[in-house]
């Protein structure tokens, strides 16, 4: 019997890196949006070595100056480097809206494993509290959740998990629920399994391709409401470069200097749209009807 449970379980195709690479390769929409969070990814990386100059070095002197070499995007009221506060504060934006997409991701991924697998009382209690929470608006309920932490980067994030979890223990419980009575699971049950191992051995390994799709699309509204937040002056406190507090800086001189508005925005644009694709691209990737089909 313990043999038959480990063979239930389906063994990963040979040669499927290769297949997922080929498969990126011709959808150009997929690799489109790869090639924009690449850009993202290891330009914020390699700030110190591409930026021009510190992202906190005053200039006065140099204030609203246009683009040019030395100055690739021009500068800020302060005279600071536009370029290089963008790849700066694309550090601190792309690490907090990854951390909290994780945190939401783990903790959604836990809430609905054990409300689908035990059901009965304990889902009904989970799932209540789900419903409660998704029928908050998510912004204005991480409005209120901040202004009772207060303001700081490391309160939003909170606010942010907070709020965001509810939609990924929904769809992993109906997940769950296709899955417990499987024959894998119900042979591991037979061999003396605890829930637990069941869990995390046999149940949450077949969530996997979903909820990196899932995550991989939600990651572009996590980085919105972040920034968004961040521009209400909920998040970082100047001079630290972040996109939303940039957008937030930016919006006293609109009238002058637009660009100061341009940039972080379309940085935040760019990069959730490269999210939204990628994730467009994975979800057809693991999903045969869609990979299998020809395309002209």
């Known amino acids: 019997m313990a043999a038959g449970v480990v063979t239930a379980r389906r063994p990963a195709e040979r040669g499927a890196p290769r297949r997922a690479l080929e498969l990126l390769r011709r959808d150009r929409t997929a690799l489109a949006g790869l090639v924009m969070v690449a850009i993202a990814v290891v330009g914020s990386a390699a700030a110190s070595v591409l930026a021009p100059a510190p992202p906190d070095a005053v200039n006065v002197a140099e204030r609203f100056a246009a683009p040019s070499v030395s100055h690739p995007l021009g500068t800020d009221n302060l005279g600071r480097d536009t370029f290089a506060r963008i790849l700066f504060g694309g550090q601190l934006s792309l690490s907090t809206a990854m951390i909290t997409t994780g945190a939401i991701t783990v903790i959604g991924i836990a809430v609905g494993l054990v409300s689908g697998y035990y059901g009965g009382p304990v889902d009904a209690a989970i799932m209540r509290v789900v419903d409660v929470i998704l029928a908050l608006p998510r912004l204005v309920l991480a409005l209120a959740i901040t202004g009772v932490l207060g303001p700081g980067l490391l309160n939003l994030m909170i606010a942010i998990i907070a709020v965001g979890w509810a939609d990924y223990s929904r769809i992993v419980r109906g997940l769950v629920l296709g899955l417990r009575e499987r024959p894998f699971v119900e ?100 999903d045969p009807r869609v990979r299998d089909r020809p395309r002209a």
């Open 187 to 286: 042979g591991a049950r037979a061999v003396g399994a605890s829930p637990a191992r069941i869990m995390v051995r046999h149940v949450a390994p077949n969530l996997i391709g979903q909820v990196i799709v899932l995550s991989t699309l939600d990651f572009g509204a996590i980085l919105l409401t972040l920034s968004g937040l961040s521009f209400l002056g909920l998040g970082v406190r100047p001079p630290t470069p972040e996109w939303g507090s940039m957008l937030a800086e930016g919006k006293n001189f609109l009238d002058r200097a637009p660009q100061l508005m341009l940039w972080p925005g379309l940085a935040i644009s760019l990069v959730a749209l490269g999210f939204n694709l990628l994730g467009d691209g994975v979800r057809d990737m693991l």
